[in-house]
């Protein structure tokens, strides 16, 4: 006669089959995660490919903002439009008034059903119960030009100290990077008071605050957009991404240290940067 499982030998079973589909869970939250760090990769290598593209048809890097004296930055279009000719083949930059402020009636009806995707970090959306606004004239970007050092660097002429690549009216030329395109910050992923990627201003174009530390991590000035994986389910955050003026993507812990940044932030600092940083 065959014997039946016994209690014991079904609750061994249940063990059994709890923790394998705890695996495959885990091992299908990991690839998810990879995932999404790629395709965040790959909207930054987009954008550096269209701002390299810029430059080379105009002999400089774009400004931070699209040029008009008449508007202060904050009302601008940010420098994200003006480098969109290089991003995709379409008829929409050609569509934007480019002397009216990024919310004017005819900038707001261009991008009534543009979906934004690819400035903004998917694995970050993916942790928000309440993600800020994803299309239309408000879709947000994750992804900051680097003023320099200082919050006001934006402003700054080309001769001062501190600045970094865009500014609201600079425009950096190659020969004006003294640290070196490898060296030297261009874009630097944030999850602080995220805003439209149309917009000039902090919505898309920062410099460094000294005096606002930690800089990275969840609820700093940049970092907290990737996380890792920890015991069981939950997770923890990891670190971000920033492009470097050579068009590399680096993935950096957010305990990278503020010196390091500050350094990686300036066109002509001259600092020395630590091996392996």
Request: proline residues 8%.
């Amino acid at each position: 006669m065959r014997r039946g499982f016994n209690a014991i030998e079904i609750a061994i079973m249940l063990v059994i089959l709890a923790v394998l589909a705890s695996l495959l869970l885990c091992a299908s939250s990991r690839v998810r995660v990879v995932s999404e760090k790629v395709r965040c990769s790959h909207n930054l290598k987009q954008l550096g490919f269209a701002i390299h593209g810029y430059r080379d048809a105009h002999n400089h890097f774009p400004p931070g903002t699209m040029p008009n004296p008449a508007l202060s930055p904050e009302e601008r279009l940010s420098f994200h439009i003006a480098v969109y000719p290089f991003v995709e083949a379409s008829p929409l930059y050609n569509q934007f008034a480019k002397k009216e402020s990024w919310d004017s009636p005819t900038n707001v009806g261009v991008l009534a059903h543009y979906p934004g995707r690819m400035y903004q970090c998917p694995e970050w959306i993916g942790e928000q119960d309440d993600p800020p606004p994803k299309s239309g004239h408000l879709a947000f970007t994750n992804y900051i030009g680097v003023a320099g050092v200082g919050i006001d660097s934006p402003m700054l002429p080309m001769d001062a100290p501190g600045i970094g690549f865009f500014g609201s009216d600079r425009t950096v030329k190659t020969e004006d990077v003294k640290d070196g395109l490898a060296n030297t910050l261009l874009l630097i992923e944030t999850t602080r008071e995220v805003g439209p990627w149309i917009r000039g201003g902090p919505s898309t174009v920062r410099g460094v605050d000294v005096d606002d530390v930690p800089l990275t991590g969840v609820d700093r000035q940049f970092g907290g957009t990737h996380y890792r994986n920890s015991w069981f389910f939950s997770k923890r955050p990891d670190g971000f991404n920033m492009m470097l003026a050579d068009g590399s993507v680096r993935y950096t812990k957010n305990e990278i240290s503020p010196a390091t940044l500050f350094a990686l932030a300036t066109i002509a600092g001259g600092e020395e940067l630590p091996d392996g940083w």
